[in-house]
């Protein structure tokens, strides 16, 4: 019953901008935190960004921090990721994810209970 999924993917030319939304159901989403990882073919799943259950508190990977902005709307039932500047090495798909909030934010996969279908981002150059 629990389904989260991504959209907002799609092909862009290095430099330029996209927005990933994810919305969730059948769960209170304001219980979770949210999650966005990546995985490139061949490659092990990258963390990307978090945020915390109320938005107060955003965590961001090396390689994607002052280009990328992780934000919610619990109303909307809805993470969001604003990628800037994207580079080739940015191609993947990304997934977001939950976790319960009881459990911490936290910048590995494993914690995460609850995934969605992945949107695919592909930066040319």
């Known amino acids: 019953q629990v389904q989260l999924v991504e959209s907002g993917g799609g092909l862009v030319q290095a430099g330029g901008s996209l927005r990933l939304s994810c919305t969730a159901s059948?769960?209170?989403?304001?219980?979770?935190?949210m999650g966005w990882f990546r995985q490139a073919p061949g490659k092990e799943s990258e963390f990307v960004a978090a945020?915390?259950?109320?938005?107060?508190?955003?965590y961001y990977a090396d390689s994607v921090k002052g280009r990328f902005t992780i934000s919610r709307d619990n109303a909307k039932n809805t993470v969001y990721l604003q990628m800037n500047n994207l580079k080739p090495e940015d191609t993947a798909v990304y997934y977001c994810?939950?976790?319960?909030?009881?459990?911490?934010?936290?910048?590995?996969?494993?914690?995460?209970?609850?995934w969605g279908q992945g949107t695919q981002v592909t930066v040319s150059s």
């Open positions: 994810a939950a976790k319960e909030r009881n459990t911490g934010v936290s910048r590995t996969p494993g914690g995460y209970v609850y």
């Open positions: 059948g769960l209170t989403f304001s219980s979770y935190h």
């Open positions: 945020i915390s259950w109320y938005g107060g508190s955003t």
